[in-house]
């Protein structure tokens, strides 16, 4: 995979190893979770476009979460949902929420967040 971050490794580990051995296996972590969009997250989620990092961000996350043992990822990642899902309640029950404004919103929401921003309007 191309780019700065693309070759960062997990902090936690896939499978059992044992001490002093090389690990079978070596996994790049994928743009989406790169230290650049965590920097980004950990900066400010409301700010990040995680659409465009990965239409279905949170199901990925999670989905390589069950590979490594990443208590530090886990925890941003559950700080970037509460953290968005603020954005995602005020907008959802904001007058204005069907409108330009809510669509340009909308457009950087994963599905997870989209299924919840669109709730109140879905009944």
């Known amino acids: 995979m191309a780019g700065r971050d693309a070759g960062r490794q997990p902090t936690g580990s ?3 190893q044992r001490p002093g051995t090389a690990p079978l296996v070596a996994l790049d972590i994928p743009g989406a979770l790169s230290s650049r969009a965590i920097n980004a997250l950990r900066a400010n989620p409301r700010t990040v476009d995680v659409r465009a990092l990965a239409p279905h961000f949170y199901s990925f996350a999670a989905r390589l979460f ?3 043992d990443d208590d530090e990822m886990v925890e941003i990642m559950g700080e ?3 953290q968005r899902l ?3 309640a005020d907008h959802a029950h904001n ?3 069907m409108l330009s404004e809510g669509v340009e919103f909308l457009r950087g929401l994963d599905e997870t967040e989209r299924r919840g921003w669109l709730s109140p309007f879905v009944a």
Do not use: N, P, V
Request: with cysteine; charged share 20%; proline share 0%.
């Open 14 to 16: 896939c499978g059992s």
């Open 66 to 68: 069950e590979l490594f």
């Open 80 to 82: 970037t949902f509460q």
């Open 86 to 88: 603020l954005d995602i």
């Open 95 to 97: 007058s204005k929420g």
